[in-house]
């Protein structure tokens, strides 16, 4: 069974930063692309960043673009995501998924699993 475990959210002042943590088990973790999606309040769950399966290839949301980074440790089945600057718009549910692909898809439907979220809370 495949599971993911977020972690690392919390409440930060606008301007500072958080690095949240999605660790995977239950499958090769080393071959598929990774994303990180959010859900702000009353809103659709959108995409925020993704990375292809090598690590080599990186997509960002505009909105965020500059912003975050986000990286993998394949010996450690995780993807992280720094976020830094923070704006009080990037309050949300923060959810990792795993890629139905090697690439990093920008759509939540090539996603084949979640976790359970965390929440990221920036006050202004």
């Known amino acids: 069974q495949v599971q993911l475990v977020e972690s690392g959210g919390g409440l930060a002042q606008a301007g500072g930063s958080l690095r949240l943590s999605c660790v995977v088990s239950?499958?090769?973790?080393?071959?598929?692309?990774m994303g990180w999606f959010r859900q702000p309040p009353g809103k659709e769950r959108e995409f925020v960043s993704a990375i292809s399966w090598s690590g080599g290839s990186t997509n960002y949301a505009d909105s965020v673009k500059g912003r975050f980074t986000i990286s993998r440790d394949d010996a450690k089945n995780t993807v992280y995501l720094q976020m830094n600057s923070l704006k009080a718009e990037d309050t949300a549910v923060y959810y990792c998924?795993?890629?139905?692909?090697?690439?990093?898809?920008?759509?939540?439907?090539?996603?084949?699993?979640w976790g359970q979220g965390t929440q990221v809370t920036v006050s202004s």
């Open positions: 998924g795993t890629d139905r692909s090697p690439w990093g898809a920008t759509v939540k439907y090539d996603y084949a699993y």
């Open positions: 239950g499958r090769a973790f080393s071959i598929y692309a």
